[in-house]
């Protein structure tokens, strides 16, 4: 009798872009929303109709920071996985116990051209 | 400078180094680096990288950074020696390691980022005194040349 095959499943593994020069990435996650989200109702209060629109892409992404490497600013652009994101927030974390922290959070806005 | 030392060797190394500087406050006692098969007299001091990790916070991608288990046996013979002697080599280990840039300025190869004290054990066994001292250390190999 044959063996039984081994197999598997592949999955999405990762992060989505390992290049930022000053840190060492962690994680990331995008949030997608619309910043246009109208609803009507109708007379007996249920949704009939549905606007969306103005899609917000929020990136945020956490690492250990490097020596070297330039750090992205509140209000500043940062480019991440080939896309541009205006700068939100940084926040630079230490511990006495560990490597310092850098986690960006940043917004593509779908109207907003960035050069 | 490229890595010619693993981790574990680079750390046994260089905590050698810093206590070679030290010599003359432990007198007549044995220095040794890591395991061996040699035959060993007391007093001596054993200085053990038992074990090395990546560093945890940097997750999948490492690059060289580890997190290791640094042990120092310190034995003395109850024959030769009273327990305050052999208490007096324990302070000087632990002396000797809690000056943390001077132990920095030592490390061989790569940088040390950060030690610390993790416990002290005493036993007597065979006739002689023994102390286990734990350490944790934060090191990196040098960067690529």
């Known amino acids: 009798m044959a063996l039984p095959q081994t197999y598997g499943t592949d999955h999405v593994y990762g992060l989505l872009d390992i290049t930022q020069d000053f840190i060492t990435i962690q994680s990331d996650g995008i949030d997608d929303s619309c910043g246009v989200d109208v609803k009507v109702l109708d007379a007996l209060g249920r949704v009939c109709t549905v606007r969306k629109d103005d899609l917000h892409n929020a990136l945020t992404f956490m690492g250990v920071l490097k020596p070297g490497g330039t750090k992205p600013q509140a209000g500043y652009t940062v480019t991440f996985d080939s896309v541009k994101y205006i700068v939100d927030t940084v926040s630079n974390t230490g511990e006495n116990t560990g490597f310092r922290k850098f986690t960006v959070k940043a917004t593509k806005y779908q109207q907003v051209v960035i050069a | ?145």
């Open chain 2, 1 to 145: 400078m490229t890595t010619a030392l693993a981790i574990r060797s680079i750390a046994e190394q260089s905590v050698l180094a810093r206590f070679s500087q030290f010599a003359a406050d432990l007198p007549g006692v044995q220095l040794h680096a890591g395991q061996t098969d040699e035959i060993r007299s007391v007093p001596i001091i054993i200085l053990h990288a038992e074990s090395a990790r990546p560093a945890a916070d940097l997750g999948g991608f490492p690059s060289g950074n580890f997190e290791l288990t640094f042990k120092i046996y310190v034995y003395s013979s109850a024959d030769d020696s009273t327990l305050a002697e052999h208490r007096q080599r324990v302070e000087a280990v632990q002396a000797i390691m809690q000056d943390l840039p001077g132990l920095k300025a030592a490390w061989t190869q790569g940088q040390l980022y950060h030690g610390w004290f993790s416990s002290d054990e005493e036993g007597v066994a065979d006739r002689r005194w023994g102390n286990l001292i734990s350490y944790t250390l934060f090191a990196v190999y040098p960067a690529a040349s």
